[in-house]
């Protein structure tokens, strides 16, 4: 059974660093793909950074130049570092990871970031 599991997320104030983990666990296979995405209060689910195992990597336009991702494939393991943090970053963020063409979400982690 595969499992998703995030950490990293906190508190901070504006202009300050974060960065989150994500492993996914249970499965032989190493994933396609691996995201963070964020949702704030009120708002749809939105992509944040995307990598994938051959290195393809997709960034939101609001995050580029300030968050970077990477990953560790003989982990299964994904990283989010947030850097500048503003505070429109604020958002409960989760991972999604894509093995063998099925979804797998791990549960949010909040970010605030305070002005």
């Known amino acids: 059974q595969v499992q998703v599991v995030a950490s990293g997320g906190g508190e901070v104030q504006a202009g300050g660093s974060l960065r989150l983990s994500c492993a996914a666990s249970?499965?032989?296979?190493?994933?396609?793909?691996m995201g963070w995405y964020r949702q704030a209060g009120g708002k749809q689910r939105e992509l944040v950074a995307r990598i994938t195992l051959g290195g393809s990597i997709n960034y939101a336009d609001s995050v580029k130049g300030r968050f970077t991702i990477s990953r560790d494939n003989a982990k299964n393991t994904v990283f989010l570092q947030m850097n500048s943090l503003k505070t429109n970053d604020n958002a409960v963020y989760y991972c999604?990871?894509?093995?063998?063409?099925?979804?797998?979400w791990g549960q949010g982690t909040q970010v605030t970031v305070s002005s």
């Open positions: 999604k990871v894509t093995l063998r063409n099925y979804d797998y």
């Open positions: 249970g499965s032989m296979f190493l994933a396609h793909a």
